[in-house]
């Protein structure tokens, strides 16, 4: 493996990075990307370093959170400024789920900025406890995500939900809100998967993605710490995220059967980290080494 080392200032810290040359044998390494969000700390400090200083490092995409915030379309245009794509970003869900709140940008309006910046995905991100306290609540939260799939298919705009391990807990007769999504989703709404949580949830990944062939349209790759508790449908200590091989998550199988099933993209993240622009470094250089 090729690699060159350079220096950065990100955040006020200086950060050694290895920029890796050669392919890899695993599918959507040549366009490989990462959840900003990872890296909320960095670009609070620093955007354009930061911004950077993942090219530098290998990453093909970006995608971003908090759109449409400023800091969100500042995010899309220097990423663009340095060569790598912006399919997608995570949006303010609250434009969906709760539109009469105070200070929420109108739906229509996120989607035609997203129209406006060439982003060909949008994804809620999270759901509030207050969504999520029945199935009922689910089934609440499927309906507005449907109606608001229509809008963003007029646009040619793929609308998507991202996961957390909550929609994995039991309810009455042990279904469970995800279950109520794969359900009821319209075929314009898609699944970003999140591995960590997913598994996290007590769920095998690559079976989830078997089972939702066609209907994943991207995937997060975050590792999980070994010896885990699991499932865990609440909060987690900080270390339980974990640089893609040292956790009990493996990534081979769940990239190959990805490609097999029609996912389009591939974002590493990892929510905690005291170094994450080094973690993030070590997860790309891992799944490189493959």
């Given amino acids: 493996m090729k690699r060159r080392d350079f220096i950065i200032n990100a955040g006020g810290l200086l950060v050694t990075l290895p920029s890796f040359a050669r392919s890899s044998n695993l599918p959507y390494m040549d366009q490989i ?7 909320r ?9 930061t911004i950077k200083a993942v090219a530098e490092s290998g990453y093909k995409q970006v995608e971003p959170y908090g759109f449409p915030s400023s800091q969100s379309i500042e995010m899309i245009k220097e990423a663009c400024k340095c060569g790598m794509k912006v399919n997608s970003s995570h949006f303010d869900w609250n434009s969906i789920l709760h539109p009469e709140r105070k200070g929420v940008t109108e739906f229509k309006r996120i989607v035609a900025l997203a129209k406006e910046l060439k982003l060909f995905h949008l994804v809620v991100p999270y759901l509030a406890e207050e969504d999520r306290k029945s199935l009922d609540g689910y089934k609440t939260v499927a309906e507005k995500i449907n109606k608001s799939s229509e809008v963003t298919a007029d646009a040619e705009i793929q609308l998507a939900y991202h996961n957390h391990a909550f929609e994995f807990k039991p309810y009455q007769k042990k279904q469970t809100g995800y279950e109520i999504f794969i359900q009821d989703f319209s075929k314009n709404v898609a699944f970003e998967l999140d591995v960590f949580w997913v598994k996290l949830g007590g769920t095998d990944p690559v079976s989830m993605i078997k089972k939702l062939k066609g209907r994943v349209s991207q995937l997060h790759l975050k590792d999980l710490k070994n010896k885990s508790k699991i499932p865990n449908f609440g909060s987690v200590p900080p270390d339980t995220f974990d640089e893609i091989g040292d956790g009990m998550i493996n990534m081979i199988p769940i990239m190959k059967i990805a490609q097999k099933t029609g996912v389009l993209h591939c974002h590493i993240e990892q929510d905690q980290s005291p170094n994450p622009i080094a973690s993030i470094q070590k997860s790309l250089s891992f799944l490189h080494s493959k």
Wanted: glycine residues 12%.
């Fill in 41 to 49: 700390k960095e670009i609070s400090r620093d955007l354009k370093g």
């Fill in 33 to 39: 990307g990462i959840q900003l969000y990872t890296l």
